[in-house]
């Protein structure tokens, strides 16, 4: 039944010229990265986590918030991550001829794959990067870590850093540009998210209105299942692995 599943799943991407991917923790997971929303993730360990790491927090004690923030998502860290085969398989697609977007929840930076050209729109933001809040200038992770409270480099400047992830309380901006991206795609593939986040979580309720394709790689099931046209409940790396074989 699951074998069939793929091989009319691999039909459908050779047949698609576009396609948009919709990712999250479970893509990262099989590098070691934590999923800090799970319940197994450290956000349901503490409660106070959230908080810590909030907009609000961050403009009340900003000096505090970044030893919380830096300890809370293991920034120090973040360098020895490298991507693993499902961060690969859309650039590999990619590689083949196809459009390829990439809309994902993941913070950790591992979609931009050096060297290819695919789209990439992070809806959460990135933890590799902080930026200003006066001026904008953005700064690297090596600056980030050189300092425990980083601080602006124009010198007119020098206010704290604000980091480049979406904080709980912070707008999320990049919804209108997700929507067009399935807007000029033909397949959707959500891969290792259980789409319990909104409103990421409106986005394939958006590619259904659009009469797109759409299939579902997770671990578990999620309250979306019933929208898509293949649902596949395994192993993300499993799953991606036999579909490379097919392609
Ligand atoms: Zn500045």
């Not at 913070?107 to 902080?130: C, I, K, M």
């Not at 604000?162 to 033909?186: C, N, Q, R, W």
Request: charge should be negative.
């Amino acid at each position: 039944m699951k074998l069939k599943q793929i091989k009319q799943l691999a039909n459908l991407i050779e047949k698609s010229d576009s396609i948009v991917f919709l990712t999250g923790a479970g893509v990262s997971t099989a590098s070691g990265i934590p999923d800090f929303r799970s319940t197994t993730g450290i956000w349901t360990e503490d409660h106070s986590r959230e908080y810590y790491t909030s907009r609000d927090y961050f403009f009340k004690d900003p000096e505090d918030f970044w030893l919380k923030y830096k300890d809370i998502f293991q920034v120090k860290l973040l360098k020895n991550y490298q991507p693993n085969k499902v961060h690969k398989f859309p650039s590999d697609l990619a590689k083949k001829g196809k459009q390829v977007s990439i809309v994902t929840q993941n913070v950790d930076g591992l979609h931009r794959l050096p060297g290819n050209n695919q789209n990439v729109v992070e809806y959460h933001g990135n933890l590799n990067t902080a930026s200003c809040p006066k001026c904008g200038k953005t700064h690297n992770l090596a600056y980030i870590l050189e300092k425990e409270v980083p601080t602006c480099t124009n010198r007119d400047c020098q206010a704290i850093l604000k980091p480049d992830i979406v904080l709980f309380g912070d707008p999320i901006t990049k919804h209108a540009e997700a929507e067009a991206t399935i807007e000029s795609s033909e397949l959707l593939l959500v891969l290792g998210t259980s789409l319990l986040v909104t409103p990421f979580s409106l986005l394939p309720s958006y590619a259904k209105q659009l009469g797109l394709p759409m299939a579902i790689i997770n671990r578990e099931g999620t309250p979306m299942d019933d929208l898509f046209d293949f649902v596949i409940h395994d192993e993300l790396m499993s799953v991606v692995t036999q579909l490379e074989q097919l392609l």
